[in-house]
């Protein structure tokens, strides 16, 4: 009898754990990751702006402890973020978010044009990002 108290409450303290949606449906951490996809061809297709890789660094790792305090295995996010399919993904969500801004390959005045308005948003994306003009 004394058993089943313990029980229960080991289960209570796993349920949290047991209710993780899968890595790559968790909101915080894809729309993170997005925003630096984002950032990312930002800088890629614009000669005037570049990468805050360090801000983009600290991103990340703020963005592994949020995972590893939601419930997530280290393991289970360093496969995430290693997998190919996972950042063709990321990168195709990206690309569709750049379009919606009116950003499209091969006009890279676009591209300025968006990073300079995250910028001065405020918002993650601009801070991933540098002005050189």
Do not use: H
Not at 55 to 71: C, F, P, V
Request: aromatic content about 6%; charged content about 20%; proline content about 5%.
């Amino acid at each position: 009898m004394k058993l089943i108290p313990m029980t229960i409450a080991a289960l209570m303290i796993a349920a949290p754990a047991f209710a993780l949606v899968p890595i790559n449906q968790e909101k915080t951490i894809n729309g993170t990751l997005r925003s630096g996809f984002i950032a990312d061809a930002i800088a890629d297709n614009c000669p005037t702006m570049q990468p805050r890789k360090l801000r983009a660094l600290n991103e990340l790792l703020k963005l592994r402890d949020y995972a590893l305090r939601a419930g997530y295995s280290a393991a289970e996010v360093r496969a995430f973020v290693e997998n190919p399919a996972e950042k063709a993904r990321g990168k195709a969500e990206a690309a569709a978010w750049l379009a919606q801004k009116g950003a499209v390959p091969g006009q890279t005045a676009a591209y300025c044009a968006v990073g300079e308005a995250e910028i001065a948003r405020g918002s993650l994306i601009g801070s991933l990002l540098r002005s050189t003009r």
